[in-house]
């Protein structure tokens, strides 16, 4: 029982900082891709409003790392065995959710749109990925909180 605990904790670690490092992927990929289209950026969101909805679409994505900073750190602080907190799964769960209807928007544009077709596929496994570590983190803790009840008991 004790090495299923400690093997879940180890997971648990695991999925805390690859939730940390996808995070700070989407911030990468946000920031290249507004220099790569800032053409087309400015062109749809006009000349004057556009360092407006560079600032405010940028912070949005920089409080979204943050944010899984804190699910990551959290989880690897439980896989440490240091605190539990309801709070990041409650985080993580509603960030699937988003990363699940993400993935269906990109599956649907890549059955309609064949241009940028290795993009799409690359942007299609990342996100998938980050989606099953975070359901992987979600489970890891619940899994976890049940190891240390039969453990205590």
Known sequence: METKVRRTQ???FIMGTSVIVFGLWDLIKFTVYFFVNS??????S????????VIVVWTIFFVSFLLRCFIGFSARAE???KRKSILYL???GMIALVYF????FEVSYFITDQENIITAIVTLIIDITSLVFLVELIVNSIKIRKLRKDVSE
Do not use: H, P, R, T
């Open 46 to 53: 006009g000349e004057k409003y556009f360092m407006l909805s």
């Open 10 to 12: 180890d997971n648990l």
């Open 79 to 81: 896989g440490k065995g």
């Open 101 to 104: 209807s993400i993935i269906v």
């Open 39 to 44: 053409d087309e950026i400015k062109q749809a």
């Open 90 to 92: 409650i985080c993580a």
